[in-house]
């Protein structure tokens, strides 16, 4: 089976940084696209960043320029780096795997969720 393990989140006043990991086992890691996604409360799941599995990046436009999402094939793991945080990042956040097509396309593999929380 595939597991996606989060860890790294927490409670951080506005400005600050953290760096959210996901570990993933029981597949081929390197094949595929890793995405975030964020999730607050009332709102629909959304789209953070996301990387190919050539490397290549993209973010949504609310966090552009402030965070960065890279991968380490040789350790199974993809991070969220994440900067001048903003009391709007509050959300839960999933890791998971996919596969990019022009866009990003997720799996039903998703990690288990770790909690942001920004103060201000």
């Known amino acids: 089976q595939v597991q996606l393990v989060e860890s790294g989140g927490g409670l951080v006043q506005a400005g600050g940084s953290l760096r959210l990991s996901c570990a993933v086992s029981?597949?081929?890691?390197?094949?595929?696209?890793m995405g975030w996604f964020r999730q607050a409360p009332g709102k629909q799941r959304e789209l953070v960043a996301s990387?190919?599995?050539?490397?290549?990046?993209n973010y949504a436009d609310s966090v552009k320029g402030r965070f960065t999402i890279s991968r380490d094939n040789t350790k199974n793991t993809v991070y969220l780096q994440m900067n001048s945080l903003k009391p709007e990042d509050t959300a839960v956040y999933y890791c998971?795997?996919?596969?990019?097509?022009?866009?990003?396309?997720?799996?039903?593999?998703w990690g288990q969720g770790t909690q942001v929380t920004v103060s201000s």
């Open positions: 998971n795997a996919g596969f990019y097509s022009g866009k990003y396309n997720p799996t039903d593999y």
């Open positions: 029981g597949t081929i890691f390197r094949i595929y696209a």
């Open positions: 990387i190919t599995s050539g490397g290549s990046t």
